[in-house]
């Protein structure tokens, strides 16, 4: 296995530039928050005027306008929180000032891992006789369904700096079937953080794991 930094290609250049948000994108994602917590917040006021007694005109004025500043407060702390405020500005960072990190990988013998929750099926990659190197994604099912992948020599195309973001996943040998399908996690394995991530270098030998 080994790890390499590149300038940008033309073509991964504008794989990121059109994962930026447009600014009906962010219109759009604006106005279905606000939607959806203005309601929440009048539910009560609705159900209380409907089955307990009218409010008049003047106090619904009265608490619909804090609603909607609370409302607002809480979409823009909400988007902030998520990134998607300031994705674009990450985004023109990556191109300026970062490089594509490449995984280069040569394998001959790989596990597969049951899908948990909507995680994607998992795979165990041998690296060495002490290493073995853990991907998941529902990409890397996407890929298997076309026996891309796994395969006997590949590379991941990932971004470097603020949000490590998929590129590409590029085959170059043969499609290499899993010789044993292990269990999905639990949730009690969940709960103990008993698992294994995406990235995940483990320094144990493939035939070891269960």
Same mark, same amino acid.
């Given at each position: 296995m080994r790890k390499i930094e590149r300038p940008y290609n033309t073509e991964e250049i504008k794989l990121l530039k059109s994962r930026k948000n447009s600014l009906w994108d962010h219109f759009?994602? $604006?106005?279905? %928050?606000?939607?959806?917590? #203005?309601?929440? !917040?009048?539910?009560?006021? *609705? @159900?209380?005027?409907? $089955?307990?007694? %009218?409010?008049?005109?003047? #106090?619904?004025? !009265?608490?619909?306008?804090? *609603? @909607?500043?609370?409302?607002?407060?809480?979409?823009?702390?909400?988007?902030?929180?998520?990134?998607?405020?300031?994705?674009?500005?990450?985004?023109?960072?990556?191109?300026?000032?970062?490089?594509?990190?490449?995984?280069?990988?040569?394998?001959?013998?790989?596990?597969?891992?049951?899908?948990t929750y909507d995680l994607g099926s998992g795979f165990y990659i041998k690296i060495s006789d002490n290493e073995t190197l853990f991907l998941q994604g529902q990409y890397f099912d996407e890929l298997q369904y076309g026996r891309k992948f796994p395969n006997t020599d590949f590379e991941i195309v990932r971004t470097k700096l603020t949000f490590n973001e998929l590129i590409d996943i590029k085959s170059f040998g043969e499609y290499l079937k899993p010789e044993k399908k292990l269990k999905a996690?639990?949730?009690?394995?969940?709960?103990?953080?008993?698992?294994?991530?995406?990235?995940?270098?483990?320094e144990i030998p493939i035939e070891k794991i269960k």
């Amino acid at each position: 296995m080994r790890k390499i930094e590149r300038p940008y290609n033309t073509e991964e250049i504008k794989l990121l530039k059109s994962r930026k948000n447009s600014l009906w994108d962010h219109f759009e994602n $604006f106005g279905l %928050k606000f939607i959806g917590i #203005t309601f929440v !917040l009048l539910a009560p006021l *609705l @159900l209380y005027d409907k $089955f307990i007694g %009218k409010v008049s005109s003047e #106090t619904q004025l !009265l608490i619909l306008i804090p *609603l @909607l500043i609370i409302s607002i407060g809480t979409v823009i702390y909400w988007m902030n929180k998520n990134g998607e405020i300031g994705w674009n500005k990450k985004v023109n960072n990556e191109l300026k000032n970062g490089k594509a990190q490449v995984l280069k990988i040569q394998t001959d013998k790989v596990f597969k891992r049951k899908q948990t929750y909507d995680l994607g099926s998992g795979f165990y990659i041998k690296i060495s006789d002490n290493e073995t190197l853990f991907l998941q994604g529902q990409y890397f099912d996407e890929l298997q369904y076309g026996r891309k992948f796994p395969n006997t020599d590949f590379e991941i195309v990932r971004t470097k700096l603020t949000f490590n973001e998929l590129i590409d996943i590029k085959s170059f040998g043969e499609y290499l079937k899993p010789e044993k399908k292990l269990k999905a996690f639990t949730k009690e394995q969940f709960d103990k953080n008993e698992v294994h991530w995406d990235g995940d270098l483990l320094e144990i030998p493939i035939e070891k794991i269960k």
